[in-house]
């Protein structure tokens, strides 16, 4: 069974950095493009970062570039995301999927980013 678990998220200040994991089972990511998508209160969801097979290749929605980088342990089955220079437009819950496949979406993470 393919299983996505997020963490890491909590309460930062404007300004301040947060690292995300994604604890993936059932399947090995490093056969997969793996991807992180948040979904802000009342909207729907939007894709923020996609990262490669073997990690080489990175992109970025454009209100995250230069802030947030996305990175994998292929070893360890994990994916993350690295967010620094948090604004109050990144509070979400955010979650991480196989490839960009909403649907695969599992258990996401609350960021929550005010003063």
């Known amino acids: 069974e393919v299983q996505l678990q997020a963490s890491g998220g909590g309460l930062v200040q404007p300004g301040g950095s947060l690292r995300l994991s994604c604890a993936a089972s059932?399947?090995?990511?490093?056969?997969?493009?793996m991807s992180w998508f948040r979904q802000a209160p009342g909207k729907g969801p939007e894709w923020v970062s996609s990262?490669?097979?073997?990690?080489?290749?990175?992109i970025y929605t454009d209100p995250v570039k230069g802030r947030f980088t996305i990175s994998r342990d292929n070893a360890k089955n994990t994916l993350y995301l690295q967010m620094n220079s948090l604004k109050s437009e990144d509070t979400a819950v955010y979650y991480c999927?196989?490839?960009?496949?909403?649907?695969?979406r599992g258990q996401g993470t609350q960021v929550t980013v005010s003063s």
């Open positions: 999927t196989r490839q960009s496949n909403w649907g695969s």
């Open positions: 059932g399947f090995n990511i490093s056969s997969y493009t």
């Open positions: 990262s490669n097979a073997d990690g080489g290749s990175t």
